[in-house]
């Protein structure tokens, strides 16, 4: 038996066939297995796009036996895959999607290159056809399986139209395991040439399909991802030898037992080196290290991706702390070593200062989390970050924490963190580069120590589109104009939004309400307004109309009263009947039934129009000014 790794390009592009058993199970990936692919592939992609990855990628084993029939002069060598033929098809489906999203987008070169891991040279003595094929699957699959390497999009859905709707679209549930793979792979390729994302639930208000507009990016993209598998991803590859016991060692290396994290390597490694060294590493263990071995730790973190537990991110989150630079998620074990050995020298002289410059952020990460002291400013700030499901600040949060600022300068700081998250969203700037965004902040702190003053000055630097701070008056326009009910209507972005300028709304004598658990956003004109609210010149709703005039109101209005001028918070659901009559009906039920600050703008107001929700905008809009300030007017409040 021999085991050595290889990147996938080394495994692919010899001329031999993999043969799956005929024993052996029929594809089986489903989005389970195939997101995990998907996002460690991509993670590559987007290091390729920025500069050489750092680390390689191991994707796991794959065991090869003598493919039975030894070797012959002129014959492609056929080799018998024993385990991870699941792997090796997923990869001949993503190449086969990579090829075919490239050919639609007018790409060249990148199918030629693709088929040079989908298919050998065939020699002289091939007598079978199947003989061009990399890989040969199981016989259940290898029709399917073979007419994806070699037909395109079109051929498949004539071949195999019992799957597909009439408009080309795949009948997910009722498709082969391999076809549905292969579409999954194929539109999520599509989509990250086209946004630049993994995921397309991830893309936010002002996400433009850039690789449209930009074709040389959406080609940067495809080889990135090419480059990505078959130059960054490794297999370990077990080759056995006649008289190895195959079944055996596929035994062993699927054994069910609980997968390693990051940190438990770390761990492991930490507490090794303590030994060697002679440190007592169980009194360290208790005293240092005993933190992180409570449930806390080993729960999902609930608003970071990817779906990892707590101690990984956290670990993720200190290492840019300490360092300033990003940090990939799925190198988690490589990035500590290359922290802890930078240049292979020991970053630490014991390993007692290791732990400590671990452990020390224990209890900000905690507090982040919604576990520390309700009144402090961290607090505060990870309440604010929870609302926006941000995590990607928290490295920035533990600087400043270990800063030992004052709390007014640290409370500043934090306010301008969120202050730049929410205006950015309210403007409707993508928010997918915040990783980027706060990974240079960090940068910058570490260079130059935290401070309000760098943190202005950070930002000053920051003028691109896909980074820069909105300024007041982009702040004011899109406060009457962004439809932000649609754009939030899901979390708690929304409810924070109108929680702010519900405290912004008191006076000194108004009582010191705590936020409700539970907040209803409430439209003052509802979106049911065709029978109870008169277009402002008398006129009642006819949809029917022809008249271009009474069109444009129409629109105007199904426009307006999503804006932050028609909305306000209650403390309960108001009564359906209520909610949807007329405006009487409304103030009434919103003074007889809430006791929020924001609610008192209406009772003095005879009717609900236009021309109200614009003058209520307006008056918002000058309250989100100082709410979410820009650095320049915070850091000279």
């Known amino acids: ?45 987007d290091e390729a796009l920025e500069g050489q990855p750092r680390f390689q990628h191991y994707m796991g084993a794959l065991i090869l036996a003598p493919g039975g029939d030894g070797y012959s002069v002129g014959v492609t060598p056929r080799i018998q895959v024993v385990d991870g033929q699941q792997r090796l098809t997923t990869f001949q489906l993503f190449l086969a999607a990579l090829r075919e999203v490239a050919a639609a987008r007018g790409v060249d070169g990148i199918g030629a290159s693709v088929n040079n891991y989908l298919f050998n040279q065939t020699m002289s003595g091939d007598i ?17 399986v073979h007419d994806i390497i070699e037909l395109k999009r079109e051929g498949l859905q004539a071949k195999y139209r019992e799957y597909y709707f009439q408009n080309g679209t795949l009948r997910a ?66 080759s056995l030898g006649e008289g190895d016991d195959a079944q055996v060692i596929f035994e062993t290396l699927n ?17 090794h080196r303590a030994e060697s060294q002679g440190e007592a590493a169980e009194g360290l263990y208790k005293r240092l290290w005993g933190t992180f071995e409570e449930p806390f730790w080993e729960q999902i973190a609930p608003r970071a991706r990817p779906s990892r ?28 070593r290359a922290f802890a050995r930078p240049k292979g020298k020991p970053r ?71 202050s730049y998250v929410v205006r950015r969203a309210i403007c409707g700037l993508t928010n997918k580069n915040l990783n980027g965004v706060f990974q240079r902040l960090a940068s910058r ?41 649609i754009w939030f209507s899901k979390g708690g972005r929304l409810p924070d939004i109108l929680w702010e300028f519900e405290l912004a709304s008191r006076s000194k004598f108004s009582e010191a309400m705590a936020r409700p658990e539970n907040l209803w956003i409430e439209h003052v004109m509802p979106k049911a307004w065709d029978t109870h609210w008169p277009l402002s010149d008398g006129r009642i709703l006819d949809r029917s109309s022809n008249d271009p005039a009474l069109s444009l109101a129409i629109a105007e209005r199904d426009r307006i009263i999503h804006t932050v001028g028609n909305l306000t918070l209650t403390t309960d659901s108001l009564n359906i009947s209520l909610s949807n009559g007329g405006f009487e009906a409304k103030k009434a039920a919103l003074e007889d039934e809430s006791l929020l600050a924001l609610n008192k703008w209406f009772s003095s107001r005879s009717s609900w129009d236009e021309t109200a929700i614009l003058e209520r905008g307006r008056h918002l809009a000058e309250r989100a000014v100082a709410i979410w300030p820009t650095p320049a007017a915070a850091v000279t409040a």
């Open 128 to 144: 079978d056809p199947l003989a061009r094929f990399k890989l040969s699957p199981t016989p259940a699959d290898r029709t399917l």
């Open 309 to 336: 537990p707590r101690i990984d991110h956290f670990l993720s989150h200190v290492l840019m702390a300490q360092t300033g630079t990003a940090t990939s998620m799925r190198e988690l074990y490589a990035e500590y």
């Open 1 to 45: 038996m021999d085991a050595k790794d290889y990147v996938v390009n080394e495994v692919l592009r010899d001329p031999r066939r993999f043969m799956v058993p005929i024993y052996q199970r029929k594809y089986q990936w489903t989005e389970a297995e195939l997101a995990p692919f998907w996002h460690d592939v991509v993670a590559k992609a």
């Open 445 to 485: 702190f570490l260079r130059d120590g935290p401070s309000a003053d760098v943190f202005a000055q950070t930002f000053a630097d920051q003028t691109g589109p896909a980074v820069r701070f909105p300024s007041d008056d982009e702040l004011r326009v899109a406060i009457l104009s962004n439809p932000l009910y």
């Open 348 to 418: 630490f002289e014991r390993v007692e200062d290791e732990l400590l410059a671990l452990t020390r952020y224990a209890p900000a990460y905690r507090t982040l989390e919604g576990e520390g002291d309700s009144s402090s400013p961290l607090t505060w700030l990870g309440t604010k970050l929870a609302a926006w499901e941000i995590t990607s600040a928290y490295p920035v949060a533990f600087q400043v924490e270990e800063a030992g600022l004052n709390p007014s300068e640290a409370k500043l700081i934090y306010r301008m963190l969120y």
């Open 173 to 238: 549930g009722a498709a082969p395991t391999p076809l549905a793979a292969y579409h999954r792979l194929y539109d999520r390729i599509n989509d990250y040439v086209l946004y630049g994302l993994a995921d397309v639930d991830q893309r936010e208000i002002g996400d433009e399909p850039d690789g449209d507009t930009d074709p040389t990016l959406g080609a940067n993209r495809l080889h990135a991802l090419l480059q990505a598998l078959l130059s960054h991803m490794k297999l370990v590859v077990i």
């Open 255 to 271: 054994s069910k037992g609980k997968p390693l994290l990051a940190m438990d390597l770390v761990r492991n490694n930490i507490f």
